[in-house]
């Protein structure tokens, strides 16, 4: 019944100028209540993890090493999940975490992309502890695509950023319902400013966002889904040298000598606060939200102060 309205070109546009003007004059009370919400959220009460089972993937670097350790101070047992290197640090990870007061830490060697291997660790993890409470999907990878690189060496980013988070929040669920649990997504402020060079890492990061924004509706409220997504923050991952041990095209400057990033600890800290509080979404460092609004409200500058970026990727 309302097609004549859509079909007509004046009043089609009509409606989402009057949107523009409705959100400008609304904007005063959208400013108060995000003021509100971020008060509101100083009070909120922190789940106690004492005794709690949380089950973290990519945990023998970066943030997942961190956030481990965050975990760990507060009482947690833990399950830690990375691939099996030769070099790899997870069993020190899990020596360093008991230390600093988890009462038992488990960790197995598996990659999340094997959909096998994920249903193994989780079912390990609840055999072993008898319950679980949070699943951490943190696991990723992030080679820089041209259209000079082979496509297909990019599978693998799919298959771990998305795929890897996928089945093991497949496997827990089950789980996390008895214990009204939290997943958390480890997703990227990449998977909604989609930066030149991002390519598959950026858009295995706007599948998980999508996703899981879905996967809330048959979950919550007894599971409580927290997405990240994060600007630049200290791992070895946004270095040159990270962009050069893989596939794809190179960084030419380690990003932190050119962009404000964020220490990767202050990160886990604030990352754990946040899904303490039963967080829907964290994005850290907080002004990144800036950038995600200003990408809706006017893409096309966007677009230009992103394309400086382009200059940073080695063809
Ligand atoms: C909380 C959080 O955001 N965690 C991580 C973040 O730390 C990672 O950088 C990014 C990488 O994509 O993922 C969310 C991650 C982790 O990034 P790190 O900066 O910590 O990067 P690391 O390389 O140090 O850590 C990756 C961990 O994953 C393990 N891993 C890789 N591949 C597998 C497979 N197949 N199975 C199991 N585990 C795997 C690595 O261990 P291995 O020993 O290599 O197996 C390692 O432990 O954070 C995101 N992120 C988003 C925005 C910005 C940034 C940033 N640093 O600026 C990071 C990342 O997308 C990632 O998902
Ligand atoms: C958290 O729970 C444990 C028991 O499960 C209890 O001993 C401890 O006092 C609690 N901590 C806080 C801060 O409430
Ligand atoms: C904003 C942001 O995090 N963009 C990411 C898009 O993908 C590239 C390539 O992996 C990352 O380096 C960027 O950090």
Sequence with gaps: MYEAYFNNKFTNLLVFYIYLLVFLLLSPFLFVWELFNYVGSCFRCKENMSGKVVLITGASSGLGELMAYEYAKHGAYLAIISTQKPESRLQQVALRAR?????????????????DEC?????DT?????????????????PLYTIKNDVTI??????????????????AI??????????????SAAGVLNPPGGGFYNASKAALISFYESLRFEVSPT????ILTLGFIQTNFI?????SNGVGARLKKDLRDLFPTMEAEACAKAIVDGIRKGATSITEPKFFKVFVLFKFLFPKP??????IYSSLVEG
């Design 154 to 171: 990019f599978l693998p980013v799919i298959d771990i950023n998305f795929w890897g988070s996928v089945y093991p929040t497949h496997f």
């Design 126 to 142: 609840v055999q072993h502890f008898g319950r679980l409470d949070h699943l951490v999907c943190n696991a990723g990878i992030g």
């Design 174 to 187: 089950p789980h996390l319902m008895k214990t009204n649990g939290k997943i958390i997504i480890n997703a």
């Design 302 to 307: 966007h677009y230009y102060y992103s394309n």
């Design 119 to 123: 249903r193994m660790f989780v079912d």
């Design 223 to 226: 599971i409580t889904i927290t």
């Design 239 to 243: 270095t040159t040298k990270y962009s």
């Design 99 to 115: 230390e600093l007061g988890s009462p038992d830490v488990l960790f197995m060697f598996a990659d999340v992309s094997k959909v």
